[in-house]
């Protein structure tokens, strides 16, 4: 009974819960999908908010891999992301996370990006990293970042999870002003929207209750 009740949970999913397959290749297409939304944004020297825009900061200021970069910047919110929202989240969020920074760093040597316009891939990054977030989000996972660190800080304090996002982001954005030009910014601004907005026309929990 045991056997069979363990394999079900690998194999067999119910309208409230993945099976374990099925997250697994959520994780694996959502990485996939945010390595490729990098490699576009990075091809038209862009930059973003969050984890992800620390990384491409660092990146441009020295040099050093992005998929180094962005493992490293994200070590410190696992914490907040096990106390805020628990142990099987922050398991999927780290493998999210390190699958992305592997394979932004493995793919460029199979896939090479010639010029892109800052604007092109901005819309078509954005996009890209939307329906990754996206993927993962259905699958009780992310890339980690500031998000997790304001929802500890909102039940910590009392401080709207909001401002504490919009604050750090503005943060990210006024550093960026030492590493690139007007329009790169603007257009970066471009793709942050983009990506947000994808997330808020399509992740709906009233409409998509697995998890």
Known sequence: MSENRFLSGITI?????????????????????????????????????GTAGLAFLAFYA????????????NLPFYYFAWR??????????????????????????????????????ALFGGILVGAGLL????????????????????DRFGIKAGYIQFCLDGMVLIASFFVASPLIIICSVVGAVVINVVLAINHRRDRYIAM
């Open 62 to 73: 020295t040099g050093i891999s992005f998929g180094l970069a962005f493992f490293v910047v």
């Open 13 to 49: 999913s119910t309208p409230e819960n993945h099976s374990f397959l099925e997250d697994l290749q959520g994780l694996v297409t959502g990485s996939m999908l945010n390595c490729m939304g990098i490699l576009v944004l990075k091809a038209g020297g862009l930059l973003t908010g």
């Open 84 to 121: 805020r929202l628990g142990l099987f989240f922050t398991f999927k969020t780290f493998a999210a996370v390190g699958l992305t920074s592997l394979l932004t760093a493995i793919v460029p040597r199979f896939l090479v990006l010639g010029d892109t316009h800052p604007l092109a891939g």
């Open 135 to 154: 993927v993962l989000f259905r699958h009780g996972a992310s890339l980690g970042g500031f998000g997790i660190l304001a929802l500890y800080i909102q």
